[in-house]
Each structure stands twice: as structure tokens, then as C-alpha cells.
């Protein structure tokens, strides 16, 4: 059986290692079938593809969209981009800008709460400079000590009602849809299990994502848990939507699951890659 992971993070994004270094690490794991998916960048695609090549690894070109939808953040894959499509660029590149004014905001919040010199902090684990993201506060964080590891963080900061919280408007669905079609793309919704919609408002994500040409949800993804894989699996059957596996990799001992730890998709699903090979 091919091992599939669709969903990984770059230093050109929010990852700690460089595109090349996690097609290696994917690859040492054993990963047959992969796709780099930073953040709001294709910066690190020409890099992974090569590597990816290199190892014989069959590479899907990939990104993750942040949206703002109800009021709310949602993350929209899209694989089997081509990066080089100039909408989708442009997208991407306006989803970024309000990156940096955010990133200083979050740290005059910290400053206030006792914590300064957070932005500069935070800087030292950024390689791409136009992708600040709470992950590398998250990091700094960390390493001052004020907590012991990243889901600490995200409790106590960076969230809704803690300090280092800034509300910010990132693409509508429509948008971060339409680009990563017009780029001959395929919108995932991504780790679907994470938002904290009720039932009524997670159904109109679905009818809203599918009215927009999607066809595909995360089921199996290192950012589910294990009953979400299955709570999943059971929407991707009601609503006829093909199925995503990713390990959501940012950085080694920093995931959640590894790897090899992650289960195969439930044989209730099809596989978004069913007609790829
Ligand atoms: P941003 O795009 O700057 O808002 O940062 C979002 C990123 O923060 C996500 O892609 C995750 O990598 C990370 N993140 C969000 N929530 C958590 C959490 N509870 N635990 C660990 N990482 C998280
Ligand atoms: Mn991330
Ligand atoms: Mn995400
Ligand atoms: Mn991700």
C-alpha cells in the first residue's frame, strides 16, 4: 500500500526545516507519495519537488490557505497547484501582508503581559521573513520557559481571550478557492475536526465548500484525533467527498503523531489521490 502524506510544513512557513530536509525526513519514514503545504507560500515547492525527485518520492505540489470564514479561521489545502499560476501568487502574497503589523501586535500584547521583546524573539525562528506565524512565538515561548511545549502555548496565549491574541481577516473561501482551482488545484478543507463550529454552522462550511467546487475534507491528519478519524470518515460518506491523510508535519518531536504512528485512511473512504497514478 502506498504511503501517503499530504499535508507538511517548511521553514517557508511555519516547519523548522528547510523543504529539502523534510523531504528526507518523510522520506526516511517511509512516505511514497508527498506534498509540501506551507502556509499562504509556494516558495519552498521548486526546492521539495527536486529533493522529492531525487529520492524517489512522487511529489504533489501543494499550499494551505488561510481563511477567514464565519467570522472564524479555516485552512484550505490545495494540492496539485501549479505554483507558478500568477493569481494564485498574487493571492497568496495579499493573504501574507497583514502578517508583519499582526506579529507586532501580538508582541505589544506579550510586552503588556509581562513578556517583551517577543516580535525580535520570534524572528530568530523565522527563515522566510513575510511569514511571521504564531508558531514562532509559540517557539519563543518555549524557550523563555513560560511554557513547556507549543499546545501550551496555544491554551494560554496567542488564543481568543489570552494575551497575544489579534483578530485578523485573512481570504474569504471563495477567494482561496477559486485560486487554487484557477491553478488547476483541489480544495481540501483541512483538518476539519480542529474548528470549534457547532453542527449547524460546520454543515454550511460543507454545503458552502462544496457550492464552491470542493470535494475533498482531511479525515486522517496528525491535527485529528483519533475519533475524529472516524467522524470524519462518516461526512466524507454523507456528503460524497473524497478523503485526505497528513501528518500536519511541522517539526520533528514537535508533531503530535509521527509519522508511522498515523493510521491508513478507513477503507469507508476514497482517497483524493484514487485516480492520480
Ligand atoms: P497563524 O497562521 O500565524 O495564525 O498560526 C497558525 C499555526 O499555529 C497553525 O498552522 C499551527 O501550526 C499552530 N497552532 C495553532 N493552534 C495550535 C495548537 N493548539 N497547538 C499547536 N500548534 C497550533
Ligand atoms: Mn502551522
Ligand atoms: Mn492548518
Ligand atoms: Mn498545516
Known amino acids: 500500500m502506498l504511503k501517503v502524506d499530504l499535508h507538511c510544513h517548511s521553514n517557508v512557513s511555519d516547519g523548522v526545516l528547510a523543504p529539502e530536509a523534510v523531504a528526507a525526513y518523510a522520506r ?30 512522487r511529489f504533489v505540489a501543494g499550499v494551505e490557505i488561510s481563511v477567514t470564514w464565519a467570522n472564524d479561521t479555516v485552512h484550505i489545502v490545495g494540492l496539485q497547484i501549479d505554483e507558478t499560476n500568477q493569481d494564485l501568487i498574487n493571492g497568496l ?11 507586532r501586535e501580538i508582541a505589544a500584547q506579550l510586552a503588556a503581559a509581562g513578556i517583551p521583546g517577543a516580535y525580535e524573539g520570534a524572528l530568530r525562528y523565522v527563515a522566510n521573513p513575510d511569514l511571521v506565524s504564531r508558531t514562532h512565538f509559540a517557539r519563543y515561548l518555549c524557550e523563555l520557559g513560560i511554557c513547556s511545549n507549543n499546545s501550551e502555548v496555544f491554551r494560554k496565549f496567542l488564543t481568543e481571550g489570552k494575551p497575544g491574541y489579534v483578530p485578523h481577516r485573512w481570504a474569504s473561501l471563495s477567494e482561496a478557492m477559486g485560486w487554487i482551482r484557477g491553478a488547476g488545484g483541489i480544495p481540501v478543507i483541512a483538518h476539519p475536526g480542529r474548528y470549534k463550529f457547532g453542527a449547524t454552522a460546520e454543515g454550511a462550511l460543507f454545503d458552502e465548500f462544496r457550492q464552491l467546487g470542493g470535494n475533498t475534507i482531511e479525515v486522517v491528519t496528525g491535527s485529528h484525533t483519533p475519533d475524529q478519524y472516524g467522524i470524519y470518515a462518516e461526512v466524507a460518506r ?40
Open 238 to 277: 454523507r456528503y460524497g467527498f473524497l478523503a485526505s491523510r497528513g501528518t500536519d508535519f511541522h517539526a520533528p518531536g514537535e508533531a503530535r503523531v509521527e509519522f508511522a504512528q498515523l493510521p491508513p485512511l478507513p477503507s469507508s473512504v476514497t482517497p483524493v489521490w484514487h485516480d492520480w497514478f
Open 93 to 103: 502574497a495579499a493573504t501574507r501582508s497583514g502578517r508583519e503589523a499582526r506579529a
Open 28 to 57: 526516511k519514514d517511509g512516505v511514497d507519495v508527498w506534498a509540501l503545504t506551507d502556509h499562504d507560500e509556494v516558495g519552498g515547492i521548486a526546492a521539495a519537488r527536486a529533493k522529492a525527485n531525487d529520492l524517489g518520492m
